[in-house]
T-cell receptor
Framework: TQLLEQSPQFLSIQEGENLTVYCNSS?????LQWYRQEPGEGPVLLVT?????EVKKLKRLTFQFGDARKDSSLHITAAQPGDTGLYLC???????????FGDGTTLTVKP | GAVVSQHPSRVICKSGTSVKIECRSL??????MFWYRQFPKQSLMLMAT?????????EQGVEKDKFLINHASLTLSTLTVTSAHPEDSSFYIC????????????FGPGTRLTVL
């Protein structure tokens, strides 16, 4: 069974602070996705990382894929209340069928 | 990004009735779709993998006779909750996997099922 450990599970911060969410596994993934989900809605894809060591930026969000493609991080700079939501990482393996999802990080950014 | 639709967005039904949820991939053909169930403030729980033209693969503990999945075309998968009971009340989400090298899944908006 492939596991993807996501931490922290809950995070409550003030507007303007920085934060990092981690996803770690002992398995190698061919790609890894990060999603953000708001209550009552489906997860929305933020980014897909494919190459070991890859760094992608999406405005104030920075995503990194570990060199060995076993782990990833999401860093948010100057968090805003609009960043509040459930962040999910998912690891995919080519031709493996289903993806492995982390348990999610519930982020609350207080104004 | 890719668009996946789900219908209905919410449904309320009486105990004992069956409910069908549709999941459509609107801008790409999806040979594989997934059905998830999500409890409040928790991550996604995979119920089954829906393969076009073949039987779905169910996760351990998911009753295949209770949750019927049909993937009759490359753009449509349906989940039917048969003889629904209050414990089946939940948020059901589908996803479609885009057939590229990244195997990225794109999610529908979810269906809130409430069984009275």
């Amino acid at each position: 069974t492939q596991l993807l450990e996501q931490s922290p599970q809950f995070l409550s911060i003030q507007e303007g602070e920085n934060l990092t969410v981690y996803c770690n596994s002992s398995s190698v993934f061919s790609s890894l996705q990060w999603y953000r989900q708001e209550p009552g809605e489906g997860p929305v894809l933020l980014v897909t990382v494919v190459t070991g060591g890859e760094v992608k930026k999406l405005k104030r969000l920075t995503f990194q894929f570990g060199d060995a493609r076993k782990d990833s991080s999401l860093h948010i700079t100057a968090a805003q209340p609009g960043d509040t939501g459930l962040y999910l990482c998912a690891g995919a393996r080519t031709n493996a069928g289903k993806s492995t999802f982390g348990d999610g990080t519930t982020l609350t950014v207080k104004p | 990004g890719a668009v996946v639709s789900q219908h209905p967005s919410r449904v309320i039904c009486k105990s004992g009735t069956s409910v069908k949820i549709e999941c459509r991939s609107l801008d790409f053909q999806a040979t594989t779709m997934f059905w998830y169930r999500q409890f409040p403030k928790q991550s996604l729980m995979l119920m089954a993998t829906s393969n076009e033209g073949s039987k779905a693969t169910y996760e351990q503990g998911v009753e295949k006779d209770k949750f019927l999945i049909n993937h009759a075309s490359l753009t449509l998968s349906t989940l039917t909750v048969t003889s629904a009971h209050p414990e089946d009340s939940s948020f059901y989400i589908c996803s479609a996997r885009r057939p590229t090298s990244t195997d990225t899944q794109y999610f529908g908006p979810g269906t809130r099922l409430t069984v009275l």
